[in-house]
T-cell receptor
Framework: KAGVTQTPRYLIKTRGQQVTLSCSPI?????VSWYQQTPGQGLQFLFE???????NKGNFPGRFSGRQFSNSRSEMNVSTLELGDSALYLC??????????????FGPGTRLLVL | GQQVMQIPQYQHVQEGEDFTTYCNSS?????IQWYKQRPGGHPVFLIQ?????EVKKQKRLTFQFGEAKKNSSLHITATQTTDVGTYFC???????????????FGKGTLLTVNP
């Protein structure tokens, strides 16, 4: 099975711009989660989507948004970029079930640099 | 909200020495997962512990889940240079509404090994 893919892998933006990141989960996985990873804060949960619905949300401002399509692919958008948004953005997919959050399969990430 | 604390933040060992990282949750967990992230890579799932007091082994790695399901540890015996990376625990629990689960990552322990 192909793994989780994320595009683009690297991105440079300037303050005030917006950015859209894309994630294609493993085939058959219906849950997609997004994380922000920075050296100081570790892995911080942004949101989780399941069957096109946001099921969980972390403590990020409204500038961070996401969506999931019917084929389980997901996008996240960050508007009005700030310098502090520079980070590695990781997408993870899982089978997901009522038994709990299943194993997270992470993609390679998108490294975003805001200048 | 739920917090998952992980210590130590960094650990440097000589090759052959043992290593342990500890994870503590402020609330009772449904289960706990462990991940490893190599430098420049993305987190990769290692194991999931579900039962109170559970102990699982993977070669030189031993994982424990506390009796109260609030803490966990990962112990590596006789470290090797291939063990270098950041080890994350992730606590899984039902959210406040009880309708679904939320996974919260610790900040990780960066292990470096001197050959």
């Amino acid at each position: 099975k192909a793994g989780v893919t994320q595009t683009p892998r690297y991105l440079i933006k300037t303050r005030g711009q917006q950015v859209t990141l894309s994630c294609s989960p493993i085939s058959g996985h219906r849950s997609v989660s997004w994380y922000q990873q920075t050296p100081g804060q570790g892995l911080q949960f942004l949101f989780e989507y399941f069957s096109e619905t946001q099921r969980n949300k972390g403590n990020f401002p409204g500038r961070f948004s996401g969506r999931q399509f019917s084929n389980s692919r997901s996008e996240m958008n960050v508007s009005t970029l700030e310098l502090g948004d520079s980070a590695l953005y990781l997408c993870a997919s899982s089978l997901a079930s009522l038994a709990g959050v299943e194993t997270q399969y992470f993609g390679p990430g998108t490294r975003l640099l805001v200048l | 909200g739920q917090q998952v604390m992980q210590i130590p933040q960094y650990q440097h060992v000589q090759e052959g020495e043992d290593f342990t990282t500890y994870c503590n949750s402020s609330t009772t967990l449904s289960n706990i997962q462990w991940y490893k992230q190599r430098p420049g890579g993305h987190p990769v799932f290692l194991i999931q512990l579900v039962k109170s007091g559970e102990v699982k082994k993977q070669k030189r790695l031993t994982f424990q889940f506390g009796e109260a399901k609030k803490n966990s540890s990962l112990h590596i015996t006789a470290t090797q240079t291939t063990d270098v990376g950041t080890y994350f625990c992730a606590g899984n629990r039902r959210n406040s509404g009880g309708s679904n689960y939320k996974l919260t990552f610790g900040k990780g322990t960066l292990l470096t090994v001197n050959p």
